[in-house]
């Protein structure tokens, strides 16, 4: 929804039978430049909602049938942006709460004053314009720094008409290619926007442990099952849950996902009663799960219950544009988080950067500037800043000592290597080494022996 200012007068919808308010709140509205509509009965709300965008909705309760609060849920379903004002009588005050709950704005009693609704309608409409200009703004962001291609503005275009939605959406896309990111911007432009945002990695966990974490579990139902545990699509009711490496998931947790993404349902494990939820789900792979399918390792039904939208994140290799926007912002974050100021890389450095293939994607440019900020004397990266698969060509290994270069290095190996160079290039200053690499002094020392480092820097001192 863009901006409040850009599309004219607001339009409020005033839901009461009592037409002598209704009459006072139109006064008011109006007379501030708002356009008014108004209905006296749950038919005229569901007409005119259907019919038309409401920035802000003033729903007398009473209309609500018994303590029913499906009218609210139908209102914010037809404009993710909406606002609803709930009007109650005193004794309806838990049916207000449970309103505000389930996404309601705010709520008075119908013995206020117009001009206090009024109030509150006016707070809520200046929101909605602030929300809209900062999902403007992360919008903006967002779009230069995944890179200006035809592949990308469909990304972009494809996040736009998808997130206002509740849609479940598969996200495809290399190892490191931003998947996460990409459902987090989905979220973030929904009308789910204040509620959870919860991610996980299937591929990260044992069946029964992953089956606890998402499901929860009662007491008693496995060893080390102390106490009850909320499962995290508990956690995110009324959110967005982002399934990471959904492929990976066992047949066993895939059944149980299906009956989430049918109806919601959820049950404990050990728990013989079943619960709902209200959950958006979103996935992501970068296996072939069609292919899957055929192979009888992924589940048919669950694939087109999730399959719903598609979208495909290029490679960074395919949006070399993202580099310089991408490069701009991790330099930031790692100044901030290592306390450094490096605002600058030499032309030579630069030129490896632009032209490396980024086989991690922008997984790897981001520890690639990581590994740069540490390591750079000043403000400026230069080539020696830069890991060796930079430096000695792409696809290079980084060269350490008793590897075989053809094996890809742990990350143990890769620590050991960071600290060797960084004691290198500061003389065997450890106090410097450690504030450089963002750890305490004893961390490293301990790493230092871990690894047997410290022998060898001694040795090296020695000789110079």
Not at 105 to 126: E, I
Not at 159 to 180: C, M, N, Y
Request: aromatic fraction near 6%.
């Amino acid at each position: 929804m863009q901006s409040i200012e850009s599309v004219g007068p607001a339009s409020v919808l005033i839901a009461s039978a009592d037409s002598d308010f209704a009459d006072g709140l139109d006064h008011f509205l109006s007379a501030a430049g708002l356009s008014v509509e108004r209905c006296h009965d749950p038919k005229g709300v569901l007409r005119l909602v259907s019919r038309r965008d409401f920035e802000v909705t003033v729903l007398d309760l009473e209309l609500c049938d018994g303590s029913d609060l499906d009218l609210v849920a139908f209102i914010q379903s037809q404009s993710s942006d909406s606002q609803v004002v709930l009007l109650f009588e005193i004794a309806d005050i838990d049916k207000a709460l449970e309103g505000v709950r389930r996404g309601a704005y705010f709520y008075l009693p119908k013995s206020c004053q117009p001009s206090d609704v009024a109030h509150v309608v006016h707070n809520a409409l200046r929101d909605i314009g602030l929300r809209a200009a900062v999902q403007v703004h992360e919008r903006e962001v967002f779009e230069e720094l995944i890179g200006d291609t035809p592949a990308m503005r469909r990304v972009v275009e494809l996040i736009q008409k998808v997130a206002p939605t509740v849609s479940t959406v598969l996200l495809l896309g290399e190892s490191g290619t931003g998947k996460e990111v990409v459902a987090n911007m989905i979220h973030r432009l929904s009308g789910r926007r204040d509620q959870p945002f919860i991610a996980i990695n299937c591929a990260a966990l044992p069946e029964q442990i992953l089956e606890s974490e998402l499901f929860g579990h009662v007491k008693g139902a496995f060893t080390g099952a102390d106490s009850d545990k909320v499962g995290l699509f508990e956690e995110a009711d009324g959110g967005t849950i982002f399934l990471d490496e959904i492929g990976d998931m066992s047949l066993v947790s895939q059944a149980k996902l299906l009956r989430v993404l049918q109806s919601g349902e959820i049950r404990r494990v050990g728990d013989s009663i079943a619960g709902h939820v209200d959950v958006r789900i979103l996935a992501a792979t970068n296996r072939d799960l069609w292919e899957d399918v055929h192979e009888k390792r992924f589940r048919e039904d669950v694939y087109f219950r999730l399959n719903v939208v598609q979208i495909v994140i290029p490679p960074l290799r395919e949006r070399p544009e993202a580099i310089a926007p991408l490069t701009k912002e991790f330099l930031k974050q790692y100044n901030a988080k290592y306390g450094k100021s490096v605002h600058d890389i030499d032309e030579q450095a630069w030129g490896l950067l632009q032209n490396y293939a980024y086989p991690g994607n922008v997984r790897e440019l981001e520890s690639t500037i990581a590994h740069a900020v540490i390591l750079a004397d000043g403000d400026t990266v230069r080539v020696r800043d830069l890991p060796d698969q930079l430096r000695f060509g792409e696809g290079a290994r980084p060269r350490l000592p008793h590897l075989d270069q053809s094996a890809i290095p742990t990350l143990q190996e890769m620590e050991k290597q960071l600290i060797e160079r960084a004691l290198e290039r500061l003389n065997g200053n450890q106090t410097e080494v450690a504030k450089n690499l963002g750890i305490s002094r004893s961390t490293l020392w301990r790493k230092m022996k871990e690894y047997n480092v410290a022998k060898s820097t001694e040795m090296q001192d020695a000789t110079t």
